[in-house]
């Protein structure tokens, strides 16, 4: 079994509970004490930080959700002087803004700690050759990953997203033998290698650390035997952290979460209760160490379960099941964020009305995801002229673009011809098979 | 000296032309000339008819999505060089084609053809300066 920190990532279940009891109990101070939009939420309900002394009285703290990102834009959902945030990213928001998301230094040696934890599950050693394929900017993927397997002392080529060709010449040359990157894209390269006869049983590549989109045991399948791999689930989100929230080991049952950094909690998504232990739901987390941005029962809106059983790796951190869907509308798209109304609003720049549209999400047998926006042409909008028509499409897709971040196909359809359904539209047609 | 135009959205899939041209009948339009601007995923119909705004508004009703594009429907001897002669006139006044198509039918000796032609008001002086004629909506209707 391979382990980063056995200690921690074994630690006694009675010793860890009392560790997030102080860790809570300071966090929530801290939180209070520093960013206003939690002191706003206490105050309203006559909620003193004193008030929590232990993990039984976290229910009693209000949710943190995605707007109150947007509503303190940029910074303001920060704890410390921006002197002392020495990191920014960002994810998409579902307007226009985005979540914006800073670390201290000391955020950001936990978050190498806990990727070092996530990495070394899967049997990484200074010894291995790193191959980097997330995103690196402000997408927390390239940057997490590059800096636990520097924790490590692993080799690192930062090569970033894209450029498939060179993706595979620098694995075979190099002798890569980890993998970071989305799902999606490592089914690709599985793809792309068999297609120029590269025999990947005769590469060193042994694992790759799949996260930043859902994905399916079909797809673990599939990227193992394509490249000769074992295939791991990793999960994070830009406000928790950025991965290494939780991680699979070599067991492959479920995602071991961090719980020395984060407390896990899953709730009905409707009523805001803590579902019974096991059950499916919404999941919540707490940060527990996290010195710019604290979080406090923040909602992710990932459908999971938990699993406190014991796993047969020896870890005590309980596991997340793979997510299983989304309590909202947002979509992941090629490890990139999207929600239906930053389509909606780039729709309204263009049209000045209501748009009808459509977002297709496919994803063919060894292809990326595909998203294309249907958009019902208006009289306003219509011309008489095919390079009036193709510009408005150039013009849409252009947009859709510089807000997202990935490339989007635009298809004019006829009025009326996306079905409109009673009450909520329909916005979404979702092809991939995520759910198996 | 403007012939209105309708153009009309379709998607490229089979029976929307049977569609259009099936609306039209319903509404009692005879079309008089048409033509097809096609890309991957849709076209553009675009046709002159006895009754524009009529055949708008059956259409429109049918659930197309129709504009009213302002075109010049001109006189070309039917001789070669005849059509060449006109275009000549519009690139020496600097007038640029947006696309055009034959009418079926003729005027005596003469075909017609349909030009979508930028800066139309300019360029109807141009042309009936060097005696070149254009037919009035009137006029093409009663062909």
Same mark, same amino acid.
């Given at each position: 079994m391979y382990f980063w920190d056995k200690e921690a990532e074994c630690m006694d279940r009675a010793k860890l509970r009392a560790l997030q009891s102080e860790r809570l109990r300071k966090t929530v101070k801290h939180a209070y004490e520093n960013v206003a939009a939690y002191k706003t939420k206490f105050d309203e309900i006559g909620l003193e930080p004193e008030d929590i002394k232990d993990l039984d009285d976290l229910p009693k703290i209000p949710f943190a959700v995605k707007s109150d990102f947007r509503d303190n834009y940029p910074f303001g959902m920060f704890a410390v002087p921006m002197d002392d945030v020495v990191r920014i990213h960002a994810s998409s928001g579902t307007t226009g803004k985005s979540t914006v998301v800073g670390y201290t230094r000391n955020d950001i040696a936990t978050w190498a700690e806990l990727m070092a934890r996530t990495l070394g599950a899967g049997?990484?050693?200074?010894?291995?050759?790193?191959?980097?394929?997330?995103?690196?900017?402000?997408f927390t993927g390239g940057l997490g990953a590059h800096y636990?397997?520097?924790?490590?002392?692993?080799?690192?080529? &930062?090569?970033?997203?894209?450029?498939?060709?060179?993706? !595979?010449?620098?694995?075979?040359?190099?002798?890569?033998?980890?993998?970071?990157?989305? &799902?999606?894209?490592? !089914?690709?390269?599985? #793809?792309?290698?068999?297609?120029?006869?590269?025999?990947?049983? /005769?590469?060193?590549?042994?694992?790759?650390?799949?996260?930043?989109?859902?994905?399916? #045991?079909?797809?673990?399948? #599939?990227?193992?035997? *394509?490249?000769?791999?074992?295939?791991?689930?990793?999960?994070?989100?830009? #406000?928790?952290?950025? &991965?290494?929230? *939780?991680?699979?080991?070599?067991? /492959?049952?479920?995602?071991?979460?961090?719980?020395?950094?984060?407390?896990?909690? $899953?709730?009905?998504p409707d009523t805001?209760?803590?579902?019974?232990?096991?059950?499916?739901?919404?999941l919540v987390f707490t940060s527990l160490t996290k010195e710019a941005l604290p979080l406090l029962r923040y909602r992710t809106r990932d459908i999971t379960y938990l699993d406190d059983s014991q796993c047969p790796c020896g870890r005590s951190f309980a596991r997340m099941h793979r997510v299983m869907g989304r309590s909202d509308d947002m979509l992941i798209i090629r490890g990139v964020n999207v929600f239906p109304s930053q389509i909606e609003s780039v729709l309204i720049d263009i049209e000045g009305t209501e748009p009808h549209y459509l977002i297709v999400v496919d994803r063919q047998p060894g292809q990326m995801d595909e998203m294309e926006v249907w958009v019902e042409v208006s009289p306003e909008l219509v011309s008489d002229e095919v390079r009036a028509l193709e510009s408005l499409?150039? /013009? $849409?897709?252009?947009?859709?673009? *510089?807000?997202?971040?990935?490339?989007?196909?635009?298809? !004019?359809?006829? &009025?009326k011809t996306i079905a409109r359904s009673e009450g909520k539209a329909k916005r979404v047609i979702d092809r991939r098979e995520l759910n198996q | 000296m403007k012939v209105s135009q309708l153009s009309v959205f379709i998607e490229n899939k089979s029976g929307?032309?049977?569609?259009?041209?099936?609306?039209?009948?319903?509404?009692?339009?005879?079309?008089?000339?048409?033509?097809?601007?096609?890309?991957?995923?849709y076209g553009l119909l675009r046709l002159i008819v006895n009754d524009p705004a009529a055949a708008k508004s059956t259409l429109v009703n049918a659930g197309f999505t129709v504009t009213l594009t302002e075109v010049l429907a001109i006189e070309v001897p039917d001789k070669p060089g005849g059509l060449a002669d006109i275009i000549e006139i519009l690139a020496e006044g600097g007038l640029n084609i947006e696309y055009m198509y034959a009418f079926v039918g003729a005027s005596g000796e003469n075909a017609i053809v349909i030009f979508r032609i930028e800066r139309i008001d300019e360029a109807i002086p141009i042309l009936q300066s060097k005696g070149v004629r254009i037919l009035t909506g009137d006029e093409l209707h009663s062909l």
């Open positions: 049997g990484t050693t200074k010894s291995d050759i790193v191959q980097v394929a997330y995103g690196y900017g402000l636990g397997a520097e924790r490590i002392g692993s080799s690192v080529i &930062p090569i970033s997203g894209g450029n498939t060709k060179r993706q !595979l010449q620098i694995m075979e040359d190099f002798g890569s033998t980890v993998l970071c990157c989305t &799902p999606s894209y490592a !089914l690709l390269l599985g #793809e792309a290698a068999r297609e120029a006869g590269i025999d990947m049983s /005769k590469t060193p590549l042994r694992v790759g650390f799949l996260g930043a989109e859902p994905w399916t #045991e079909n797809m673990r399948r #599939e990227i193992e035997a *394509s490249l000769h791999i074992d295939a791991l689930d990793i999960y994070g989100l830009s #406000e928790v952290m950025g &991965p290494g929230v *939780s991680y699979e080991c070599m067991e /492959k049952g479920g995602l071991h979460v961090n719980e020395d950094h984060f407390i896990a909690e $899953i709730i009905n805001g209760e803590l579902v019974p232990p096991g059950a499916r739901g919404e499409e150039r /013009k $849409i897709s252009h947009d859709l673009h *510089s807000l997202l971040g990935i490339s989007v196909k635009v298809k !004019l359809v006829e &009025p | 929307r032309l049977a569609d259009v041209t099936r609306a039209l009948e319903n509404g009692r339009i005879n079309i008089r000339a048409l033509s097809i601007a096609d890309t991957i995923d």
